[in-house]
């Protein structure tokens, strides 16, 4: 049975997840340890707990457990003292307390979720995601990250501090993966991270796993705004390695004009300036839901589709 | 196979699940909806669920699963805005909001946590326990009622308000037990809010069932100083009927002096001065937990024994 380990965090890496979850691989998802924003950021003040958040949507994707379950599991308390809490969350750091540690709160979690592989952290030491901007600004944690517009003007430096180790099961999947996917996802909030761990990127290059980055659909605006398919292999690149990744999937479906117009606030569309051999164009928009508020959040109509996306890693698969 | 079913709340309830459990019987715990102090007060007054507590508690002395699990039902959070709150009362009350009926949450947690047997809420209304003193103090709630030192001085009423109907399965369980186990448990706050729901009282009468009470082993100072047997069993079943029960349970084993002596800051031992045929004496504390601190609640010292208890239930069982 191949391998396939995804790294990244958030969103994206549950679109993944989701898709290739319906098929006869083994599947590892390393993830980001930087997130600090909502129920997470308050259960690690207040608690000093490891961060929750983006494990418990990579075990909801990998869960084989009923609707219930999953529903429960991102179910968020409304009021009171408990407001904004993700059950979930509260579920991994009461796992954490009782049996003394991250790693095995996940591992328990995903025992009672009856998940389909692995959910590993990409390092089990508390760490702070902080980016030092070209105007000497200190953007302290992933929230301030993800919220600042001013990253586009260019940054100096991004570190996790303390500088951490690598999990090293982290490590031990990269090297015996058969495929690697990076994204998509946010570039430094959700994907750069993990590379800011220690000997992440060394095992990325050192491993005989062939790798793919699925470029994300839309820019951040303030962040990537107009950046293209070289851009985001570039910054990456710039952390991992040069030519690093074997396969880009890029998105060759334009979304309805409407919704690019609606989106306009937040970002613009990635356009893929790269005629290279690695680059994989493919429709893989997902579906626009009927009967969808405008009030919604604009960034999640113009959304991959986890079975396309799914399909287009198992051709890559097939041919390994 | 013989089916038992309890009627409680609270620590009382759990000692005795957790003894009948091992035994080849088919057990229903109906629970007390009484309960609004700590975590499960907090949840009912900001969530608007039903009181979760005294469900966890049965939940986690009927579980079959790991060690693990139950220690996480019963974990505590220590700081910030989800401090003093229980995890297994959060999974309640998730579940409520997720499937919409405490009746459904229950049921589910049940399975999350394979119980053997079903817990069931005595009334699915939201009902405060209310207690007029002689003195015409009105005390609202059950966590009021608890803490007062002027019961023993006489009331005048306890109800529910609302009034509540039944739960109907819980009617149902009632009407075909075998045997019917009232206590040990506060008398006031955890066993007759119980019969304060309409139906329960009729049901209890007109069921087929043996009925046993268990006999507290201590007074509670200020509420049932120096009651006596007959006075408990007044007490109930003045809201049953009369010579409701066919058996009650006694300690007849004495606690060693120095823990009377510690205890009596909280209330004094429970005598028997009845020698009707139903009275059935036996020795039925706990060991002392070796190592045990002073420090501790004075009342857990004090307490019964779930195996000694389950097998004086089982003599009863073997004879219907």
New interface residues.
């Given amino acids: 049975m191949k391998k396939i380990v995804t790294l990244g965090g958030g969103t994206g890496n549950f679109t993944v997840l989701k898709g290739i979850k319906n098929f006869d691989i083994d599947i590892s998802a390393i993830v980001s340890m930087a997130d600090d924003g909502g129920s997470t950021g308050?259960l690690r003040?207040?608690?000093g707990v490891l961060p929750p958040g983006d494990v418990r949507q990579c075990l909801v994707a990998l869960s084989d457990s009923s609707r219930?379950m999953r529903?429960?599991m991102n179910?968020r308390?409304?009021?009171?003292?408990?407001g904004g809490?993700s059950?979930g969350n509260?579920?991994l750091?009461?796992?954490e307390?009782?049996?003394g540690s991250f790693e095995k709160a996940v591992e328990?979690a995903g025992k009672?979720l009856y998940i389909k592989g692995k959910v590993i952290p990409v390092t089990t030491h508390q760490v702070r995601l902080k980016m030092i901007l070209r105007n000497c600004q200190v953007l302290e944690g992933e929230k301030e990250i993800y919220l600042s517009q001013e990253i586009e003007k260019g940054y100096s430096s991004i570190y996790l501090e303390p500088y951490p180790k690598a999990n090293p099961q982290a490590i031990n999947e990269i090297m015996n993966a058969d495929l690697i996917v990076v994204g998509p996802g946010g570039l430094h909030t959700s994907l750069i991270p993990n590379f800011l761990v220690e000997g992440i990127s060394d095992a990325l290059r050192k491993s005989d796993a062939k790798k793919v980055f699925i470029v994300n659909l839309m820019n951040r605006k303030g962040q990537t705004t107009e950046f293209k398919v070289s851009h985001y292999l570039a910054e990456l690149e710039r952390f991992i390695g040069e030519d690093i990744f074997d396969y880009v999937l890029v998105n060759n479906q334009k979304p309805p004009q409407e919704l690019i117009e609606l989106y306009a606030e937040e970002g613009d569309l990635v356009e893929n300036d790269l005629k290279e051999e690695r680059i994989r164009p493919a429709a893989l928009l997902g579906e626009l839901r009927k009967g969808i508020k405008k009030d919604l959040l604009k960034r999640n109509l113009i959304r991959h589709d986890s079975k396309k996306l799914a399909q287009e890693l198992m051709k890559i698969v097939d041919h390994l």
């Fill in positions: 308050i003040d207040e608690l219930l529903d429960l179910y308390f409304q009021q009171g003292g408990l809490h059950f509260l579920l750091s009461a796992l307390k009782v049996t328990e009672i």
